[in-house]
């Protein structure tokens, strides 16, 4: 029943909006999708600049081993790459482009739009197949899929469903355990201050022991830049997103506003 639902979701045409989002992008080459590598990763052909694979550029779907030695595939993996050669697959895709073009492996960065005007990364965040997954220099339709991630999550949809994938609360104990993974948290601010040139937001009394975020300079200036004061957020519950580390407690660093969402009160 569940494979049906998707079907049928993968049948669906373009939303309204996703024209939209294309409009705030640059338009790229146009070519045949002829492999998908795993959720978030297509091979082109011809392939557009003399590079064939194409990075689906902010979301991050379940990861596949890919030929790394003891990964152990994220769950429903298989079922994120199912559903992303349901979109793509052997049909025509162009690529749009809203910040770094090209990674260190000399992928494309793009956001690709079907034949048909699918948004796909659009179309995979709305179905749950993906999360939201962004960097400091490819920012672009962020709060529009910050949206369809959201929908999915509230539906319980796809990953959503499944505990690997939860929203964490801030709990130092547990997030000590998952070091080193990519999580959402979130938690209230208790403290945010200025120390040298790092903004800290604590969530605990103890900033030796509890989750912290950390922003540096070059971060603090995104923030400026973007009408966000960091320390703003002292008092505020919010949803955090990025690479867990340890620092004295677990700690994710934020390098862009993006990764903060400012939550309703209940």
């Known amino acids: 029943m569940r494979w049906l639902l998707i079907l049928l979701l993968a049948a669906l ?5 996703d024209g939209a989002v294309r409009g705030k992008l640059a338009a790229g080459a146009t070519a045949m999708v002829t492999e998908v590598v ?11 600049g003399g590079a064939a694979q194409v990075r689906l550029v902010g979301i991050q779907a379940p990861k596949l081993p890919l030929g790394r030695k003891g990964f ?7 079922d994120a790459k199912r559903a992303l050669e349901r979109l793509v697959l052997e049909k025509s895709v162009t690529l749009y482009f809203g910040g770094t073009a090209k990674d260190r492996h000399g992928r494309h960065l793009a956001h690709l739009f079907t034949h048909e005007g699918i948004w796909v990364q659009g179309r995979l965040l709305a179905d749950g197949m993906a999360r939201v997954y962004t960097f400091p220099d490819n920012r672009a339709v962020v709060p529009e899929m910050l949206a369809r991630e959201n929908a999915a999550r509230d539906a319980r949809l796809g990953i959503w469903s499944h505990p690997f994938y939860a929203v964490r609360a801030v709990d130092p104990a547990l997030l000590m355990r998952r070091l080193g993974t990519f999580q959402l948290i979130e938690g209230r601010v208790m403290a945010a201050a200025r120390v040298k040139s790092r ?8 900033w030796r022991s509890d989750f912290t975020v950390a922003l540096d300079s070059r971060a603090r200036r995104a923030f400026k830049k973007a009408g966000m004061d960091p320390l703003a957020l002292e008092n505020r519950r919010i949803r955090v997103r990025g690479w ?11 390098s862009h506003p993006e990764q903060i969402e400012a939550l309703t009160e209940r």
Not at 13 to 17: E, S
Not at 38 to 48: E, I, R, S
Not at 199 to 206: I, M, Q, T
């Open 13 to 17: 045409p373009a939303r309204a909006d």
């Open 38 to 48: 795993d959720g978030d990763t297509v091979v082109l052909d011809p392939a557009p």
């Open 72 to 78: 152990k595939p994220w769950p429903l993996a298989p």
């Open 199 to 206: 903004v800290y937001l604590n969530f605990g009394e103890d």
């Open 244 to 254: 867990l580390r340890k620092h004295n407690g677990p700690m994710i660093e934020a």
